[in-house]
T-cell receptor
Framework: DAGITQSPRHKVTETGTPVTLRCHQT?????MYWYRQDPGHGLRLIHY???????DKGEVSDGYSVSRSKTEDFLLTLESATSSQTSVYFC????????????FGSGTQLSVL | GENVEQHPSTLSVQEGDSAVIKCTYS??????FPWYKQELGKRPQLIID?????GEKKDQRIAVTLNKTAKHFSLHITETQPEDSAVYFC???????????FGKGNQVVVIP
């Protein structure tokens, strides 16, 4: 697996607070993705990046923003967390040559109370 | 956007039997079809994939078959073992597209 580290692994926060999740990769993969996983919904794309400072929205981007200032780091920010954002968040990466083959991080369990 | 559906949502099989999961998609331009396996509490991992110019691909006990005309592809697991118990996700994408569209997953339970 690609060296992908997500932090934190678990977080509990209160409604209305800002939250930032971090994804760090050591494989120099060009593409990085944030997904959320909820029962009955599978994996849904929030945002993705195709290079430093190049990002685009996925299917469930409302309430989330991202930043990628370095190849290795992709940050996901919930500006004002809501209970509907309680979920497991996965970061994934794809290399330039075979970007469709995704490598996933271990996930972050986020609970918004 | 791309509509990806998986059936059945849950599949129980006796150890040693075969399991087949089907995935249907809507975009005829789709050309890459992977399957991911996610064990309980773990990350999804790519187990096999196929491109549109190939009809079937095998890797030991797993295989994927593609029917482009009917817009569906299937995961076949033979001689199932308890470690095959997991959720399996199919996904699709098309050339030039930077994102995968995932199905909602199939729960496979292998009964010892």
């Amino acid at each position: 697996d690609a060296g992908i580290t997500q932090s934190p692994r678990h977080k509990v926060t209160e409604t209305g607070t800002p939250v930032t999740l971090r994804c760090h990769q050591t494989e120099n993969h060009r593409y990085m993705y944030w997904y959320r996983q909820d029962p009955g919904h599978g994996l849904r794309l929030i945002h993705y990046s195709y290079g430093v400072k190049d990002t685009d929205k996925g299917e469930v981007s409302d309430g989330y923003s991202v930043s990628r200032s370095k190849t290795e780091d992709f940050l996901l920010t919930l500006e004002s967390a809501t209970s509907s954002q309680t979920s497991v968040y996965f970061c994934a990466t794809g290399s330039g040559g075979e970007r469709e083959k995704l490598f996933f991080g271990s996930g972050t369990q986020l609970s918004v109370l | 956007g791309e509509n990806v559906e998986q059936h059945p949502s849950t599949l129980s099989v006796q150890e040693g039997d075969s399991a087949v999961i089907k995935c249907t998609y809507s975009d005829s331009a789709s050309n890459y079809f992977p399957w991911y396996k996610q064990e309980l509490g773990k990350r999804p991992q790519l187990i096999i994939d196929i491109r549109s110019n190939v009809g079937e691909k095998k890797d030991q006990r797993i295989a994927v078959t593609l029917n482009k005309t009917a817009k569906h592809f299937s995961l076949h697991i033979t001689e199932t073992q308890p470690e095959d118990s997991a959720v399996y996700f199919c996904a699709v994408t098309s050339y030039g597209n930077n994102r995968l569209a995932f199905g909602k997953g199939n729960q496979v339970v292998v009964i010892p």
